[in-house]
């Protein structure tokens, strides 16, 4: 949490339990992505994938940042919003078709296990 950070500055990183900065990480990222993009998406996948799910998304996540600042500083019409949807649009809708293929196919695999 911010606050946490703001108060404990640069010693967060090294007094607090390993385990406690995983726990913290983890609430934070999993709060972004329902509040970004909803849970309908995770709900439909199967367990094993969330991690790699969080891992795309981080990266995601990154790179739509770094475009939209890069458009924000360009010479482009209508710059500030187009910079703006990009903050503010969704990210799992740019996952890549490969990633949620493989996911469907785990899914389906799953359910006839069961």
């Known amino acids: 949490p911010k606050v946490l950070v703001e108060m404990a500055g640069e010693e967060i990183w090294t007094r607090l339990p390993r385990t ?3 726990w913290v990480m983890a609430k934070s990222l999993a709060a972004r992505i329902a509040y ?3 849970i309908d998406y995770l709900e439909t996948m199967p367990t ?3 991690a790699s799910l969080a891992v795309q998304y981080l990266s995601l996540e990154l ?4 475009l939209a600042l890069e458009v924000a500083d360009s010479d482009l019409p209508n710059r500030d919003r187009i910079a703006e949807i990009l903050d503010s649009a969704g ?4 996952i890549s078709p490969d990633f949620t293929e ?7 695999e ?3 296990k069961i």
């Open 48 to 50: 094993s994938e969330i």
């Open 110 to 112: 799953d359910n006839d």
């Open 36 to 38: 970004r993009d909803g």
């Open 91 to 94: 990210i799992i809708s740019t």
């Open 102 to 108: 493989r996911t469907c196919e785990t899914e389906s």
């Open 63 to 66: 790179e739509r940042r770094r």
């Open 20 to 22: 406690y900065l995983h």
